[in-house]
C-alpha cells in the first residue's frame, strides 16, 4: 500500500502542477490556499511515506526514518487536505463538460485517506522500533 500512495501522491502534485501552469493560478484566495495544499501536502506524504518505508526494510542498521512528529504532522495535513477537497468537490458540483474534471476529484478526495492509511502503518512500525 505504500507504493500506491507514493505513486498516487505524485500523480496528484503532477497533474496538479500541469492544472496550475495550463490554466493558470486560481483567482480567490480560498483556491489558491487549496492550490498549495494540493501541491505540497502529496509531495510531504509521499516523502515521509518513502522514508518510512526505507526505515522498515532497513531494521538493523540505524536508520533515519520518519519520526512521531513528522508522521502526525503529515497526517493533520492529510486531513486538511482531505476536508478541503471535499468542499472543493461540494462547492463546484454542476462540473463543466469534459471526462477530466470526475477522475482528478476521485483522485483529489482518495488520496488524503491512502496516505492516512499508509500512514498509519509508518506510524505503527515507528512506535514498534
Known amino acids: 500500500m505504500d507504493l500506491a500512495a507514493i505513486v498516487c501522491n505524485l500523480v496528484l502534485t503532477a497533474t496538479t502542477g500541469l492544472i496550475l501552469l495550463t490554466e493558470g493560478i486560481p483567482g480567490r484566495f480560498h483556491y489558491i490556499l487549496l492550490s498549495a495544499l494540493m501541491f505540497a501536502v502529496p509531495l510531504a506524504s509521499a516523502i515521509v511515506v518513502y522514508r518510512a518505508r526505507q526505515a522498515g526494510q532497513q531494521r538493523g542498521a540505524t536508520s533515519a526514518g520518519p519520526t512521531s512528529t513528522s508522521i502526525r504532522r503529515t497526517a493533520l495535513l492529510n486531513v486538511v487536505l482531505f476536508v478541503a477537497a471535499c468542499w472543493s468537490a461540494i462547492a463546484q458540483y454542476p462540473y463543466p463538460e469534459g471526462n477530466t474534471v ?11 485517506v491512502l ?15
Open 102 to 112: 470526475i477522475p482528478f476529484a476521485v483522485l483529489t478526495v482518495l488520496v488524503p
Open 115 to 129: 496516505n492516512l492509511l499508509s500512514l498509519r502503518g509508518a506510524g505503527n512500525s515507528t512506535t514498534a522500533r
